[in-house]
């Protein structure tokens, strides 16, 4: 009976775990951000923001790709998505992270020449 106790709570242990964010932030941004006085805080500042540009720009290929697939196949795919068509939705998207690409990459470019004139 007890070796049974200690399955359960090990599964739902385990289970607990894998629901867990395996993605956060590496670093506490309003602290970084109030905090930055150095040309070394800053050029930190511009890594994050230019690794977060990355990956924006990566979400924005994925669903690049999916719109191609559905393009090629749209039988695949549902024709309506959230109220809207599923085309629209994925083009939506891929302007979104595009934008916040964008975005990061200023951010990225201006914590560089804070870096610069810190010195």
Known sequence: MRSKIVIVVLVLFGLLVSCAERTRH????????QSAKTPADHQALADHYEAVAKDMEQKAEEHRQILAQFRKDP????????????????????DIYERAAEANRDMAEDHRRMAGAAR
């Open 26 to 33: 590496p670093m506490d941004m309003t602290m970084a951000l």
């Open 75 to 94: 039988h695949d795919y549902p024709r309506e998505y959230k109220g809207g068509s599923f085309e629209a939705h994925c083009e939506r998207l891929i």
